[in-house]
């Protein structure tokens, strides 16, 4: 595995993995020798980009609304949707499933597109996204809550 890797599935600061490979050489040439998607499988962690079963039971809304039995979703999807509801309880939900990084990453990654978007969309209403996203409220109150987690 390369570093970037190790450090977004064991959810890990670059610098501990840093003091790893120097003070506990054994554990971090373990870990660079492991094939990333054989761990990955091991320990039950998936990426932005992989289709997994969504159980609609685990949330208190289903977003997914085409069906009530569990469907295959993206993850990144998955995250990106249950944020936009601004539900405490579905907000921790992701935290457990995926990691206060990965929800934080795609929270980061959603207000960055709509600010370079430059406007919302709502009912055909318009609205204009000035300043930085990092200033906005919501973005404020679910950073908040992921902290929180």
Same mark, same amino acid.
């Given at each position: 595995?390369?570093?970037?890797?190790?450090?977004?599935?064991?959810?890990?600061?670059?610098?501990?993995?840093?003091?790893?490979?120097?003070?506990?050489?054994?554990?971090?040439?373990?870990?660079? +020798?492991?094939?990333?998607?054989?761990?990955?499988?091991?320990?039950?962690?998936?990426?932005?980009?992989?289709?997994?079963?969504?159980?609609?039971?685990?949330?208190?809304?289903?977003?997914?609304?085409?069906? +009530?039995?569990?469907?295959?979703?993206?993850?990144?999807?998955?995250?990106?949707?249950?944020?936009?509801?601004? +539900?405490?309880?579905?907000? +921790?939900?992701?935290?457990?499933?995926?990691?206060?990084?990965?929800?934080?990453?795609?929270?980061?990654?959603?207000?960055?597109?709509?600010?370079?978007?430059?406007?919302?969309?709502?009912?055909?209403?318009?609205?204009?996204?000035?300043?930085?996203?990092?200033?906005?409220?919501?973005?404020?109150?679910?950073?908040?809550?992921?902290?929180?987690?």
């Amino acid at each position: 595995m390369t570093q970037q890797q190790i450090v977004k599935l064991l959810d890990l600061p670059e610098r501990t993995l840093r003091d790893w490979k120097k003070s506990r050489i054994r554990l971090y040439t373990l870990l660079e +020798n492991i094939d990333y998607e054989e761990a990955k499988n091991k320990i039950a962690v998936v990426d932005l980009d992989d289709t997994i079963e969504f159980n609609p039971k685990d949330f208190s809304v289903n977003i997914f609304w085409q069906t +009530n039995q569990k469907s295959y979703q993206k993850v990144y999807s998955i995250i990106s949707n249950y944020l936009g509801t601004l +539900n405490r309880e579905d907000i +921790n939900t992701l935290c457990g499933k995926f990691g206060k990084n990965m929800v934080r990453a795609v929270l980061e990654d959603k207000y960055k597109k709509l600010y370079k978007k430059g406007y919302i969309s709502t009912s055909g209403v318009d609205i204009k996204l000035n300043g930085n996203y990092k200033e906005n409220p919501i973005y404020k109150e679910i950073l908040g809550v992921i902290n929180d987690f």
